[in-house]
C-alpha cells in the first residue's frame, strides 16, 4: 500500500471563544500516542490515529506521575498539545509507535519485574503504598543492598546487582508501572541525574503566566479516498491459496431400496463365533527358526559407508558360571601410609555425617517394605467407617436336649469345618442340686455336637454320668473327647466310628449316644491345707520329652483284656514314672474367691519327715471379686496370660510377680467369659452377664472396650472364636437358654495390621518396666519410712539438753526485740506514732 495512505493532510478551523487575551504562541506538537516521561499511566487519546486534531494552547507542565502530566508529550517539551495552535491549517505528520516507545522511556531508566514478597519487603505494595496517581517511591539503597545479601539470586534486584552497587546516592527511585507499557510493573532510575528529572522535570516557558486556558472547538473533515496502489501483496496471497492438482476419483454407492430408513440395532458379539471375527496373532519366540544359507555370487563397484553400531540384546539362553577369584590387599606399610593420609582423613570427616545419616535411615524405615501392598491398612481400625460389627451367621439349640438348660462349655471340631461340639447342664445352684441331687441322677447329661449342615438335629450325643463343665477334642487324635463332671470325674469318649459320618453328615439324621469311659487322676495337688478352690488352670507346656515313657511302654506287656484305648490310657505302677524333661513345671490356678495363684506341681522334700510333698504356692493375688472363669494363654505370646472373673479382667505376664500388666475398671455387669483372638495379638472377646460381648483392642484404647454389641438377652456362659478360613473367622457364644449363637467376625477384628504383633509386645514391655518402676518407688518409700521412724524413735529415747543460762537470756532478748517491732508497727498503723521528716541538706 502507498506511502499516501500512512500519511494525510489535515485542516483544522480554530475558534477561540471567551478570551480576550492575544493567542500564545504556537508550539510544535505530537500526536495523542506520545508518552509521558513518567512511566506511568500514558497519555489518553481523544480521537483515533487517523482522526484529524486541531491544535490546542500551551499549558503549565505538572508534576511527573500526575494526571495532568499523563497528557504531556513524550520528551516533556513544552509543545504537548494535540495540535499546533495557527489560525490556517497546516499539514502535520505523526510519528510511529516504534518512536513512541522509545520517547516513552526516559534515558537510564529500565523495567523491573518485582513479586508480592518483594513488595512487601520495601513498602511499595501495588494499590497501597504507589497507585497511578502516586508511582513514585524512593527506596534506600542500603536496604537493597541487604535484600541482595539476604536473598541472593532469588532477590529481583538481582539483574541490576552492579550497577546498584555503584550507584553514588543514597536512595533509589522506583517507578509504579500499572498497565505494563514497557514489559513490567515497575521501572527503576539507574543514575541520579534519571531520578531529578523525574522527581523534578524543567519549569516550562511561560509556567509563571496566568493567563487562562482557550476553549478549541474541532471540526470533523472527512478524510479523501485515494487510488490503490499495488506493491505485491496480491502475489503472496495467490501462493496462500490451495489449489486442487490431482485428479479426481468417482465412486458409487447403492443400496437396497428396502433398507433405506431401517432402524440399525446394535450387539456385542464374540469375535471367535464368526469366521470372518477378529483374530489376535501375538508375536512369540519361535525356537525352531532357522535361516537357510544360499551361495550367492555378486559383485560390487561401489564401497559401502563404513559404520560402527552397537546394541544391547536380551540374553534367552542363561547358563550357570562360576568364578573364583582372591581379594587383593594393601600391605601393612601401605595400610600404614593411608591412614595417616590427611586427604584420607579429611575425606572420612566429610563423608561420616551422610554415611551415618543412611545408616539412621536405614534402621528407622525399611526399604524392601511394600506399601502398596500395606495401602489403607491403618484405615481399618475402629475409628474408620468400614463394617466392624458381629453378624449373626448361624444359631443351634434342641427342645429336649438342651431346652431350659445352661451351656457349660463349647469347643470347635479341629479338623472337621462347620462342626462344633457344646455342654449342657441343669441351671440349679450347689443347694438347689443337693434337694433335688434324685432328679439330676436320673436326667441325662451329654454333649451336643453340631453340624452346620443340619441345625436342627444335633449330629452326636455323648452322654456322661453327671453335668459336664468343661471338655476338650484332643488336638492330635480328634477322635478322643475328654470332659470333666461336677462330680469331680474325668470322662473320655472315642468317636472313631462316627468320624466318616460327621465329615459327610445326612441332613435331618440323628446319632445314637457314644460310650463313655472313666479315668482317675494320676496325682493330686493341693496347697497344703485346702485354702484354695481351684477353678481354672493355665499350664504354659502342653507336650514334653515322652521318650522315656515310649520305652517304658515299649517293655510292657499289652493286656488283651482290655481295649485298645483302655490299654493306651493305663496308669501303669508309680515306681516308673519320670518327670519329663524340659518342661516348664509352672502352672496358674484361679479360684473360688477370685484369687490367682502360681504354683509349681514339682514335688520336693518335707524337712521333717523327708517325704516328697507338694510345695508351697509362689504368690497370690486377689484382684477379681468373684470366681475366675478363664485364664488363657495368648496364642502369639505364651507368656501373657488373660484372667476374668468378678466384674473385671487383667492380663498377667509370667515371671512378673508385681502386678498385672493391664487391669480392667469394675463393669456395670458381671463378666462370665473371655477369649484371646486366634488372628490379632492385641484383640480379646470378653462376655457378660446381660448378654454383651465387648470386644477389646489394647493398640485402640486400653480403657474401654472398642466395640460392644448385645447378642442374646439371656447371660452369656462360654465364648470361642476360630479361624474356618483365612477368608472367614466365626465366632461361637452360648448362653443360658441352652442356644449357640454363631456369629461372623468382620475383616477389622481378624486381619493383623502391619507389625501389630511388635506392637503388642513392645505395649507389654514398656508396661513391665511401669511395673518395676513402681515396685522399686515402693521399695524407696519402705525403707525411707523405716529411717524416719527409726530416727523419730532415737529422738525420742534421747535425753532433752538442759540449756545453760547464756542461751536463756539470749532467747529472752531475742524475743523481746520481735516485741517491740512487732508494737512499734502496730502503733505506726494507728497513727501514734508519726516518723520525723528528715531535714534538708544545707546548700
Not at 497528557?71 to 494535540?82: D, F, I, N, V
Not at 490556517?88 to 523495567?111: A, H, Q
Not at 489403607?376 to 475409628?383: H, K, L, Q
Request: aromatic share 8%.
Amino acid at each position: 500500500m502507498a506511502d499516501d495512505d500512512t500519511k494525510s493532510e489535515k485542516s483544522q478551523d480554530v475558534e477561540r471563544k471567551g478570551s480576550k487575551s492575544p493567542p500564545s504562541r504556537p508550539k510544535s506538537g505530537t500526536s495523542s500516542k506520545g508518552r509521558s516521561p513518567s512511566p506511568g499511566k500514558g497519555s489518553r487519546a481523544t480521537s483515533g490515529s487517523k482522526t484529524p486534531k486541531s491544535p490546542t494552547t500551551q499549558r503549565k507542565s505538572p508534576k511527573p506521575g500526575s494526571a495532568k502530566s499523563r497528557e504531556k508529550s513524550p520528551k516533556g517539551k513544552k509543545g504537548a498539545s494535540k495540535g499546533k495552535a495557527k489560525k490556517d491549517s497546516e499539514v502535520r505528520e505523526e510519528p510511529t509507535e516504534g518512536e513512541e516507545e522509545k520517547e516513552g522511556l526516559p534515558e537510564n531508566v529500565i523495567p523491573i519485574f518485582f513479586s508480592a514478597k518483594t513488595q512487601e519487603i520495601f513498602s511499595i505494595i501495588v494499590d497501597n503504598d504507589v497507585t497511578e496517581d502516586e508511582p513514585n517511591k524512593v527506596i534506600p539503597k542500603d536496604d537493597i543492598i541487604q535484600d541482595m545479601k539476604t536473598r541472593a539470586a532469588i532477590s529481583d534486584f538481582h539483574p541490576v546487582k552492579q550497577t546498584i552497587l555503584d550507584y553514588p546516592g543514597d536512595d533509589v527511585l522506583v517507578i509504579y508501572d500499572p498497565d505494563f507499557k514497557y514489559g513490567q510493573n515497575f521501572c527503576i532510575a539507574l543514575t541520579e541525574e534519571a531520578k531529578e528529572k523525574i522527581l523534578h522535570p524543567p519549569e516550562e516557558e511561560g509556567e509563571g503566566d496566568t493567563e487562562p486556558e482557550e476553549e478549541v472547538v474541532y471540526k470533523y473533515i472527512p478524510p479523501e479516498p485515494k487510488e490503490w496502489i499495488s506493491q505485491g501483496s496480491e502475489v503472496e496471497v495467490e501462493e496462500e491459496n490451495v489449489v486442487v492438482a490431482r485428479k479426481t476419483s468417482k465412486f458409487t454407492v447403492t443400496r437396497v431400496r428396502r433398507d433405506f430408513g431401517v432402524h440399525a440395532t446394535f450387539t456385542d458379539r464374540n469375535a471367535g463365533d464368526a469366521k470372518d471375527g477378529f483374530i489376535e496373532c501375538t508375536s512369540y519366540e519361535d525356537k525352531s527358526f532357522n535361516i537357510k544359507k544360499v551361495e550367492i555370487d555378486s559383485g560390487t563397484q561401489a564401497i559401502p559407508t563404513l559404520i560402527e553400531n552397537g546394541s544391547q540384546t536380551e540374553w534367552k539362553h542363561p547358563r550357570n558360571a562360576s568364578t573364583q577369584y582372591t581379594p587383593r590387599e594393601f600391605s601393612e606399610e601401605e595400610k600404614e601410609k593411608i591412614s595417616s593420609s590427611k586427604t584420607v582423613n579429611k575425606f572420612v570427616e566429610e563423608v561420616a555425617p551422610r554415611f551415618e545419616l543412611c545408616l539412621q535411615q536405614n534402621e528407622i524405615m525399611d526399604v524392601f517394605f511394600d506399601d502398596w501392598m500395606a495401602l489403607a491398612d491403618e484405615d481399618s481400625t475402629f475409628g474408620s467407617k468400614s463394617d466392624n460389627h458381629l453378624k449373626e451367621y448361624q444359631s443351634f439349640t434342641d427342645l429336649q436336649f438342651s431346652k431350659e438348660k445352661t451351656i457349660t462349655c463349647v469347643d470347635w471340631h479341629p479338623s472337621i469345618k462347620g462342626v462344633i461340639a457344646v455342654s449342657c447342664a441343669e441351671r440349679l445352684s450347689f443347694d438347689e442340686r443337693v434337694d433335688n441331687s434324685s432328679k439330676v441322677l436320673m436326667t441325662p447329661s451329654l454333649i451336643l455336637v453340631w453340624s452346620f449342615t443340619d441345625p436342627i438335629h444335633p449330629q452326636l450325643l455323648l452322654e456322661a454320668p453327671d453335668d459336664i463343665f468343661c471338655f476338650k477334642f484332643n488336638p492330635v487324635d480328634p477322635n478322643i473327647v475328654a470332659g470333666g463332671c461336677i462330680n469331680g470325674q474325668v470322662v473320655l469318649w472315642d468317636i472313631t466310628r462316627w468320624a466318616d459320618r460327621l465329615k459327610n453328615t445326612p441332613r435331618g439324621k440323628q446319632m445314637k449316644k457314644n460310650t463313655m469311659m472313666s479315668l482317675l487322676p494320676l496325682a493330686r495337688l493341693d496347697g497344703g491345707s485346702g485354702e484354695y478352690g481351684p477353678t481354672r488352670i493355665s499350664i504354659r507346656e502342653k507336650q514334653g520329652d515322652r521318650s522315656i515313657l515310649d520305652n517304658s511302654k515299649s517293655d510292657q506287656k499289652p493286656d488283651t483284656s482290655t481295649t485298645h484305648l483302655s490299654s493306651t490310657l493305663r496308669t501303669g505302677s508309680a515306681k516308673d514314672k519320670k518327670l519329663l524333661d524340659n518342661v516348664v513345671t509352672k502352672f496358674y490356678v484361679g479360684t473360688e474367691d477370685g484369687e490367682l495363684v502360681y504354683c509349681d506341681w514339682k514335688y520336693d522334700k518335707d524337712p521333717d519327715s523327708g517325704k516328697l510333698a507338694p510345695v508351697r504356692p509362689d504368690w497370690c493375688k486377689l484382684l477379681h471379686d468373684s470366681s475366675i472363669n478363664t485364664l488363657q494363654r495368648s496364642p502369639f505370646f505364651k507368656d501373657i496370660i488373660l484372667c476374668v472373673g468378678g466384674w473385671n479382667f487383667t492380663i498377667w505376664k509370667e515371671g512378673v510377680e508385681y502386678g498385672p500388666l493391664l487391669a480392667s475398671s469394675a463393669s456395670h455387669k458381671k463378666l462370665t467369659a473371655g477369649r484371646w483372638s486366634p488372628s490379632r495379638p492385641g484383640v480379646f472377646y470378653i462376655a457378660k452377664q446381660d448378654g454383651n460381648v465387648d470386644v477389646w483392642d489394647i493398640l485402640d484404647r486400653t480403657h474401654e472396650p472398642s466395640l460392644t454389641q448385645n447378642v442374646t438377652a439371656a447371660s452369656i456362659t462360654s465364648i470361642y472364636p476360630w479361624a474356618v478360613s483365612n477368608k472367614q473367622h466365626l465366632l461361637a457364644i452360648a448362653d443360658g437358654v441352652g442356644t449357640l449363637h454363631i456369629l461372623e467376625i468382620p475383616w477389622t477384628l481378624r486381619h493383623a495390621s502391619t507389625n501389630e504383633v511388635t506392637s503388642v509386645s513392645n505395649y507389654f514391655d514398656r508396661e513391665v518396666k511401669r511395673l518395676e518402676f513402681v515396685e522399686e518407688r515402693r521399695q524407696f518409700r519402705i525403707l525411707d519410712k523405716r529411717r524416719i521412724d527409726a530416727d523419730e524413735a532415737a529422738r525420742k529415747a534421747a535425753k532433752p539438753q538442759i540449756p545453760d543460762q547464756a542461751e536463756i537470756d539470749m532467747k529472752m532478748k531475742f524475743a523481746f526485740d520481735a516485741y517491740e517491732e512487732m508494737e512499734k508497727k502496730f502503733l505506726e498503723e494507728l497513727g501514734l506514732i508519726i516518723e520525723p521528716e528528715e531535714p534538708l541538706p544545707e546548700v
